[in-house]
């Protein structure tokens, strides 16, 4: 069945570094979502991607779905102590709609 | 707005206990979802409800039964529990097949 496969596992970074992860399905999807967990709490969403080479941002976040919408990227620029938490790529299961896939998560961890 | 509401918050059971885990959406999503969490292992989808009346196996429903109640609310229970069922459950909903999850805050069960 269709994999969503995530890195690096885990990071910790010092506040100001740059923070990327990664996400790489199997299959081709029809688009991709991104979810923040912080410690302690619930999923919470952050994007979606639907474009084949698409590029968003929100402030310091910039996301993109690569040109053979397999992969995606998740690149925080300047990490501050709030960015600390577990990051998780979602893509939709096999190739029906009504669920999501999602990837084991990157944890970032943010040191002052 | 609740949102997406689940109870227990928290939970220890003995093994071969019973128990019914609720969760209750006020936003009319179509869909409803119940994901385990479990360390290193991201989230993972135990049942799903497309829609009212229907409900559908996700990946790991060994050991589970779910109930569509009402478009508002879907409940998961575990028959006779298991220290491998010893995790946190989320339930999500969203409008229809596609779109964010909008996630509860959780429930944290422990099988002794």
């Known amino acids: 069945g269709q994999q969503v496969m995530q890195i690096p596992q885990y990071q910790h970074v010092q506040e100001g570094e740059d923070f990327t992860t990664y996400c790489n399905s199997s299959?081709?999807?029809?688009?991709i979502q991104w979810y923040k967990q912080r410690p302690g709490g619930h999923p919470v969403f952050l994007i979606q991607?639907?474009?084949?080479?698409e590029v968003k941002k929100q402030k310091r976040l910039t996301f993109q779905f690569g040109e053979a919408k397999k992969n995606s990227s998740l690149h925080i620029t300047a990490t501050q102590t709030t960015d600390v938490g577990t990051y998780f790529c979602?893509?939709?299961?096999?190739?029906?709609?009504?669920?999501?896939?999602f990837g084991k998560g990157t944890m970032l961890l943010v040191s002052p | 707005n609740a949102g997406v509401t689940q109870t227990p918050k928290f939970q220890v059971l003995k093994t071969g206990q019973s128990m019914t885990l609720q969760c209750a959406q006020d936003?009319?999503?179509?869909?409803m979802y119940w994901y385990r969490q479990d360390p290193g292992m991201g989230l993972r989808l135990i049942y799903y409800?497309?829609?009212?009346?229907?409900?559908d196996k996700g990946e790991v429903p060994n050991g589970y039964n779910v109930s569509r109640l009402n478009k508002r609310e879907f409940s998961l229970r575990l028959e006779s529990a298991a220290p491998s069922q010893t995790s946190v459950y989320f339930c999500?909903?969203?409008?229809?097949?596609?779109?964010?999850?909008?996630f509860g805050e959780g429930s944290r069960l422990t099988v002794l």
């Open positions: 936003m009319n999503h179509n869909s």
């Open positions: 979602a893509g939709p299961r096999d190739s029906g709609y009504s669920t999501l896939t």
């Open positions: 409800s497309a829609s009212e009346g229907t409900t």
């Open positions: 999500a909903s969203r409008t229809g097949f596609a779109g964010e999850l909008f």
């Open positions: 991607l639907v474009k084949s080479g």
């Open positions: 299959t081709t999807l029809s688009n």
